[in-house]
């Protein structure tokens, strides 16, 4: 039953799940919705980067790389006196980031480490000069951990930049942002699945609480931009529902296919395809998207004794 399941959710994400995540299943395994995600995610690399003032010769550290798509761009910024370690918590998916370095004939410019994103023990403290991440906090069982390792191991005026996205509210006659009409009771029951599914560390806290525990860390000076995306005419991933259904919001959860499976009967589920369909297929699905820039800075040590820490 949806009502046991979330119990059974661990807080700490498998690095096989989270690889068949990152390489398949957020996409369906369909290239088409592959490519249209990084098209929307090239906006926001170019922002975390811009924050981030990546220079010749910065040593920067990719937290949680998933495919090197930070890291990629960060290389092009190092030059050959600079260093990208990308780190990872997958073996799967650090030979995924050494190969597309390795394409990109950038291989001398990057190292490769697997680690926790919350545990950065094999990086000596005060050894980076930027450190990267994208929207992984929400994967992390030890939040604040993490950010007190970002902070320790960057280099007085390192800077730390990254995204971190939040999930929108739960609309009552919608389903993933499709509407619903004359089904919402059966929607409702796939919406449970989904949420049990979900673990806590996804929507246990907002930017607020962010701000708190990046300050905690022992930043001193940051920034944070909070904004919400909102459309009502979203095709995203794909106006096709036999690929749409496949798709998974993140490592833990069940597509929406898997999602209908487990929550209703067959003729049930016909039911509710069938409205569905429909709305996926006229590419009308209201999205939110919550997300928080930041960029924080470690002070030098005669600035509020911030490099004693």
Partial sequence: MPGNTKSQVSREVSPDR?????????????????????????????RIMALAEVRPGDTVLDIASRDGYLGLAALESVGDTGTVVFTERSAELLEACRKNVQDAGLAHRAEFL?????????????????????????????????????????????????????????????LLGYRTEGVDHLAARVRDVLLAHR??????????????WVEAAGFRTISMLHETEISDTSDWPLPVWDEARKIAAGPDQPTLQEAIDEALTPAEAAELIAVLRVEVEAGRRAVRFPRTYVRAVRSQPDEDGAGSR
């Fill in 18 to 46: 989270w690889a068949r995540w990152v390489l398949e299943r957020r996409f369906g395994g369909n290239e088409q919705a592959r490519r249209k995600t990084d098209a929307f995610l090239a906006p926001i690399r170019a």
């Fill in 114 to 174: 697997r680690l926790q994103p919350d545990d950065l023990s094999p990086v000596g403290s005060g050894e980076v000069d930027v450190v990267l991440m994208r929207s992984i906090l929400n994967y992390v069982p030890d939040r604040q951990r993490a950010l007190r390792e970002y902070h320790r191991v960057l280099l007085p005026g390192g800077r730390l930049s990254f995204i971190q996205m939040f999930p929108g509210p739960v609309v009552p006659g919608r």
């Fill in 199 to 212: 673990p806590d560390t996804y929507a246990d806290w907002d930017e607020r609480q962010l701000l708190t």
